[in-house]
């Protein structure tokens, strides 16, 4: 991993943004923790922080059933569902918001995901109340930090 900042293998280090997830039952957090350290990547963390978000009153706006989010994995493609409430697009939206915005100013901004959004029309800043990205992450997640609804 120290090739990937400190010591790069073909000319200089490219701008690297990382986006994780907080409760990640795919990609556990203790195993990315520990990719992040070892490459000296810590700066370059975004945290969605699934343990922040309120679940309670999720529904398909289609058929008005209650619809669960356990697994934050998928939170920058949470649109791909047809049945995601406005809330779970919001947060996809917000994250794709962020790697645009970084590959538009060649790894020069890594803007808060939250702030961005509420700078862009439609990106949903009205579904989701609260902040629920850290840009760069106050701590990486060593330990699981699972959400149960």
């Known amino acids: 991993m120290k090739y990937v900042r400190t010591k790069p293998i073909n000319g200089a280090a490219r701008p690297i943004l990382i986006q994780i997830a907080r409760g990640d039952r795919t990609t556990v957090n203790p195993v990315v923790a520990d990719a992040i350290y070892a490459g000296m990547l810590a700066d370059r963390v975004t945290l969605y922080r699934h343990d922040l978000f309120d ?8 058929t008005g059933q209650p619809v669960k989010f356990p697994e934050p994995h998928t939170f920058l493609v949470g649109a791909l569902f047809v049945n995601d409430p406005n809330p779970v697009k919001a ?6 918001e962020q790697i645009a915005e970084f590959y538009n100013s060649n790894g020069e901004n890594m803007v808060d995901p939250d702030v961005l959004c509420d700078r862009i029309p439609g990106c949903g800043g009205a579904d989701v109340a609260a902040p629920l990205f850290e840009t760069p992450a106050a701590t990486v997640p060593t330990d699981f930090g699972f959400v149960f609804p």
Not at 55 to 62: A, G, I, T, W
Not at 91 to 96: D, E, L
């Open 91 to 96: 947060i996809a939206r917000r994250a794709q």
């Open 55 to 62: 679940q309670h009153d999720l529904h398909d706006p289609r």
